[in-house]
T-cell receptor, first 115, second 117 residues
């Protein structure tokens, strides 16, 4: 069984300050982990993914995440927030199901960016 | 290359009616997944299909819900006799058939918002 826990349901930052969205995972094997972003009433866009290569993963729009096996964490960071980053962010772990991917989503973190 | 296409984007149904949601995967993708997002919640896996086969339907409600992915045409998620609790966003996703598969990116459509009145 696999699961992800997003530690904060809401995060508020000022524009230009760093962003940290926390995620812990649980998996019985070496996981694949993803971060997706969802803007209001929109679909999901992949920000980045970890698949057992480099532990520091760089994604789109300046986001990156570091896989830390010892802490079972996959926190998402960005050095400087922009107003357009305001959205809901989902940490996701992937598992096998009959040859396909079964994604387990966290409950999401709503990021608010203030002037 | 068009992305995952879902239609309708918004659907309103009265209680007891049927809802049909369609999903065309990305070109070359033979794996289709359906997820449901209830208000204020994350996405929950419903079903995983390959062409003409249901591979994993462990997330599907036991009654009223069904899914198919025929040899030709889009995947269909069908909800019979809808109730207010079915109001949600339904997302379709697709991925390619290559292995190893655990790291394959899954591409999501923009969702279909079902409102039951």
């Amino acid at each position: 069984a696999q699961s992800v826990t997003q530690l904060d349901s809401h995060v508020s930052v000022s524009e230009g300050t760093p962003v940290l969205l926390r995620c812990n995972y649980s998996s019985s094997y070496s996981p694949s982990l993803f971060w997706y972003v969802q803007h209001p009433n929109k679909g999901l866009q992949l920000l980045l993914k970890y698949t057992s290569a480099a532990t520091l993963v760089k994604g789109i729009n300046g986001f990156e995440a570091e896989f830390k096996k010892s802490e079972t964490s996959f926190h998402l960071t960005k050095p400087s927030a922009h107003m357009s980053d305001a959205a809901e962010y989902f940490c996701v772990v992937s598992g096998f199901t009959g040859g396909g991917n079964k994604l387990t989503f966290g409950t999401g973190t709503q990021l608010k960016v203030e002037l | 290359n068009a992305g995952v296409m879902q239609n309708p984007r918004h659907l309103v149904r009265r209680r007891g009616q049927e809802a049909r949601l369609r999903c065309s995967p990305m070109k070359g993708h033979s794996h289709v997944y359906w997820y449901r997002q209830l208000p204020e919640e994350g996405l929950k896996f419903m079903v995983y299909l390959q062409k003409e086969n249901i591979i994993d339907e462990s997330g599907m409600p036991k009654e009223r819900f069904s899914a198919e992915f025929p040899k030709e045409g889009p995947s269909i998620l069908r909800i019979q006799q809808v109730v207010r609790g079915d109001s949600a966003a339904y997302f379709c996703a697709s991925s390619p058939p290559t292995r190893p598969i655990s790291g394959n990116t899954i591409y999501f459509g923009e969702g279909s918002w079902l409102t039951v009145v």
